[in-house]
């Protein structure tokens, strides 16, 4: 029986590509000297620290094109609130959203059986294992889950005949 399954993964390495070549732009600009600004990573965690919530905006839009450069989807990203942490700095944490979420992973799962299309769905953690009887179906139902779900990065793979 065919199957795939739908799941959200972020390259690790890009995304710290992307901090690194961030961080050399933000260290090169004018408008960012004498500034403690810079990008961190963590594990699943991107803190930008700068002087002023404008300096934090400006570290997204340098960010966010590098991102998109290496082929990460920005809609992984959750943003935080900024917080002052002293003086007169400011940091913003961005959450990288990797696995499907249990929320959405049931919303899909409701998606493909309210469509009456012959398929099965079942959560598997951060995945999503959908089985159908014929290929054509499984593309019925990726084409569906793309069209509906526009908010979150999904990827599909694991496809299996």
Known sequence: MPSFDI????DLPSLKNAVDVANRKI??????KGSDARVEQGEKV????GDSDFQIDQMRQILLPEMT???IDVR???????QKIGGNKLKQELKVRVGV???LAK?????LKDSKLKVQAAIQGEAIRVSGAKRDILQEAIALV????TDFPLQFGNFRD
């Open 7 to 10: 799941m959200s993964e972020v």
């Open 27 to 32: 260290s090169g600009r004018y408008d960012f």
């Open 46 to 49: 991107l803190t930008l620290f």
């Open 69 to 71: 450069s290496k082929k």
């Open 76 to 82: 992984c990203l959750e943003y935080g609130d900024l």
């Open 101 to 103: 979420e249990q929320d």
């Open 107 to 111: 919303k899909i799962v409701k998606l």
């Open 146 to 149: 793309k069209k509906e779900i």
